[in-house]
């Protein structure tokens, strides 16, 4: 995908946002970067709800994304909303597992 394209879809409803990762691999830093500043946008629009994030096409992530993930997951709650995680493959399903992640995360 090239530079500035977004690299999510965002879904708002009344009680809930739907954030869907458009790319199959989240692996080097820019992407990351551009993730995170989307994801905060989102986040501040999102205010007090609930936002679902969808995993749906990602089969590969590096580590440092589940440092951003950590850091969405405090600010969401902060503002009063949920975070959820859906649709992880069973690869990164059993990443979180490993890192012990399903305990902060409500993983569907």
């Known amino acids: ?9 965002v879904e708002y409803g009344l009680d809930v946002t739907f954030v869907t990762f ?7 830093e820019e992407q990351i970067r551009e993730l995170r500043d989307a994801l905060e946008a989102v986040i501040e629009k999102n205010e007090d709800k609930k936002l ?3 995993f749906v096409n990602v089969k590969f992530m590096t580590s440092a ?5 950590v ?6 709650v902060e503002l009063g909303g949920t975070l959820q995680l859906s649709n992880l ?9 490993i890192t012990q992640l ?3 995360f409500d993983i569907s």
Do not use: A, C
Request: proline share 2%; hydrophobic share 40%.
């Open 52 to 54: 679902i994030l969808n």
């Open 65 to 69: 994304v589940l440092g951003l993930l």
């Open 22 to 28: 458009t790319e199959e691999k989240i692996l080097d």
């Open 89 to 97: 493959s069973s690869n990164l399903k059993r990443v979180f597992e």
């Open 71 to 76: 850091r969405v997951h405090k600010k969401v």
């Open 1 to 9: 995908m090239e530079q500035g394209q977004p690299r999510i879809e």
């Open 102 to 104: 399903t305990k902060v």
